[in-house]
């Protein structure tokens, strides 16, 4: 059995969509970061602006996501996130996430595994650390809640 403990909320501020269009992959995204926080009992302190979720939308719906952001700790140090996942739903759903409707998270999947890397000596721990991710997409944020697998 896989057991977890919280390890911090994140909410991200999202710049509008850049749509490249469809290149033979899939309708590729990006979305630039603007900043945001995040918070947890062992860490916490700001997102900062300059990352981006890089996405890309396969023929069957499945948003692949793939951020790549830099956090910023209370303390001062930088941990470089590198946050990979799937979001996907009922097309009706996923429409109204599109248009930037408040959506219940409940009623599509949104999960990812982040992985961080750091050179600051009190957040080594992260550097050896597998995580998972819950997500809500909102209109003009992110929020996730990362969760450290025992």
Do not use: K
């Not at 710049?15 to 947890?40: D, H, K, N, Q, S």
């Not at 997500?135 to 944020?141: D, L, Q």
């Amino acid at each position: 059995m896989i057991e977890t403990d919280f390890l911090c909320r994140i909410r991200i501020a999202l710049e509008p969509v850049r749509e490249l269009g469809a290149t033979p992959l899939g309708l590729r995204r990006i979305v630039p970061i603007a900043g945001g926080e995040f918070e947890g009992p062992r860490f916490s302190g700001r997102v900062l602006p300059g990352g981006a979720d890089w996405q890309l939308v396969r023929a069957d719906g499945v948003a692949v996501l793939e951020a790549r952001y830099t956090l910023e700790t209370t303390d001062g140090a930088l941990v470089y996130v590198r946050n990979r996942g799937y979001r996907h739903g009922p097309p009706e759903v996923m429409e109204r996430l599109a248009r930037g409707e408040a959506v219940d998270a409940s009623l599509y999947y949104q999960r990812a595994t982040p992985w961080f890397e750091t050179a600051a000596p009190q957040y080594a721990w992260l550097n050896r650390t597998v995580c998972v991710a819950t997500g809500e997409r909102r209109a003009a944020e992110v929020i996730q809640d990362f969760y450290a697998l025992r």
